[in-house]
């Protein structure tokens, strides 16, 4: 979680296939979907159909039941992330596959990356020789970075190729922070790998920028764009009563409304709210999770101790606070207290 905001960056409304990737997954390893969606308010209905969404909170719980459900084997985010095909990102994918060059595809991937489903932020700089295109994984908790990493980089290794007619272009290679013993070392079979690096990205060739894509098309890259741009717009409107329910549970410090006192404060019916919200993709416990998650990183930064932090977030007890905090970070509040 960001220390700015009131929630991360990635928590948007989502295609429900990666979440669907994740299920498979688990089922594969004999887990029913009821397990992977434990906590989410979501069932195996929610993730089909034209118009289903669900949020990145959803899918980071789905995430972190599968990796307790499997034990988390080395590979797992590499498994789930050959899963991925680009015809998976829907409208984005074509958008991708039609645009004229790679560099005018990056500029679709970045512009509509809120379409995609990673959680990574994705930042590309262009230089002489080389250009990188960082994954910055800084506001993705703790216990699932790897994982992601994992999956959200196969899946990159598996679109590239694709664009450019089958084929990994030359000189691309990905740097990694983390050294050899990681089964991202798999990756070395399609492209090289530099080890122990201070980034997570790939790297290719400036001129590779301008390099054209066989599947170019204008006229259809232009009405996938167009299309791109309402849908963007489509699932950024659906995300309107979370938002007045995330601002209630922010605004008294100390004090955290029940799901029926913020349901009659918008003069709805409890089971209302709970529908609506549920339309969007969350539930009023995921996003009361996720206000606590923001505060308790503030209010630790600002010197409270771990039974003050716990007491202002409306936890009976520190040792609720305290797995929960754990959950989020991979380490205890006590770390981060005075």
């Known amino acids: 979680m960001s220390d700015g905001g009131v929630r991360p960056f990635w928590d948007y409304p989502r295609s429900p296939t990666a979440t669907r990737n994740l299920v498979e997954a688990g089922g594969d390893r004999g887990f029913a979907p009821g397990s992977c969606l434990a906590g989410t308010a979501l069932t195996d209905a929610d993730l089909v159909g034209p118009d289903a ?36 990102a829907g409208i984005l994918g074509f958008a991708l596959l039609s645009s004229r060059t790679m560099g005018d595809a990056l500029s679709v991937g970045l512009r509509f990356s809120q379409l995609s489903s990673t959680f990574h932020r994705f930042t590309l700089t262009v230089g002489g020789e080389d250009s990188i295109f960082d994954l910055d994984e800084s506001d993705i908790p703790l216990d699932i970075r790897h994982f992601l990493l994992e999956r959200d980089l196969t899946a990159i290794a598996g679109i ?20 050899r013993d990681t089964p991202l070392r798999l990756l070395a079979e399609l492209l090289t790998v530099e080890f122990e690096s201070p980034r997570n990205a790939l790297v290719f060739p400036t001129e590779l920028l301008a390099a054209p894509l066989p599947t170019a098309d204008p006229h259809t890259a232009a009405l996938c764009l167009r299309q791109c741009e309402e849908l963007l717009e489509q699932r950024r409107s659906r995300d309107g009563i979370a938002g007045v329910v995330r601002n209630q549970l922010l605004r008294v410090p100390g004090q955290v409304p029940t799901m029926g006192l913020i349901a009659a404060g918008m003069h709805i019916a409890e089971r209302t709210l709970h529908r609506r919200l549920a339309r969007e993709g969350t539930s009023y416990r995921a996003l009361l999770d996720e206000v606590r998650e923001t505060l308790a990183k503030e209010l630790l930064a600002n010197g409270l101790t771990v039974k003050e932090v716990s007491d202002r977030l409306g936890y009976s007890e520190p040792a609720a606070f305290t797995h929960a905090y754990t959950r989020w970070h991979g380490s205890p509040p006590s770390t981060h207290a005075p």
Do not use: C, H, K, W
């Not at 969404?53 to 050959?82: C, D, F, K, S």
């Open 53 to 88: 969404v669900v949020t990145g909170t959803q899918e980071l719980q789905i995430i972190r039941n599968l990796l307790a459900l499997t034990g988390n084997p080395p590979g797992l985010g590499i498994e789930v992330g050959t899963r991925y095909q680009i015809a998976s």
């Open 160 to 179: 590239v190729p694709i664009l450019f007619g089958g084929v990994m272009p030359p000189g691309a290679r990905v740097m990694l922070r983390t050294d």
